[in-house]
């Protein structure tokens, strides 16, 4: 199981961006997955997961309205559009898959529970 998260960079207030995550070893569209970011000097907090069964979503507080997960089975690859960024956004941002079964034991909202991890990607918001 690999994941491979990329799209990350500086970018302005108001802006946006795309994270990416690459899935090898497994298939997407049978696994939860999650975006999680860890901003410097804080715990690692959930900002976006969707489940396998029924594709449903569930967003942090702080980005619903602004971002949107999404997966592409074809790519077996996962998205994460950020909108109209703001500096507290800035962070490492992770995927994560719940693929082992019985591996993980990180849950966001219903989503999980998150065993693999990608390698995370740097997101600065910044005038």
């Known amino acids: 199981v690999q994941l491979q998260a990329s799209g990350g960079g500086l970018v302005q207030p108001g802006g946006s961006l795309r994270l990416s995550c690459a899935a090898s070893?497994?298939?997407?569209?049978?696994?939860?997955i999650g975006w999680f970011r860890q901003a410097p000097g804080k715990e690692r907090e959930g900002v976006a997961c969707?489940?396998?069964?029924?594709?449903?979503?569930f967003y942090a507080d702080s980005v619903a309205g602004r971002f949107t997960i999404s997966t592409d089975n074809v790519r077996n690859t996962a998205y994460l559009q950020m909108n109209d960024l703001k500096p507290e956004d800035t962070g490492v941002y992770y995927c994560?898959?719940?693929?082992?079964?019985?591996?993980?034991?990180?849950?966001?909202?219903?989503?999980?529970?998150?065993?693999?991890w990608g390698q995370g990607t740097q997101v600065t918001v910044s005038s």
């Open positions: 070893g497994f298939t997407l569209d049978d696994s939860d």
């Open positions: 969707s489940m396998s069964i029924g594709g449903t979503t």
């Open positions: 994560a898959t719940d693929f082992p079964p019985g591996h993980g034991t990180t849950w966001y909202e219903n989503c999980g529970p998150f065993g693999s």
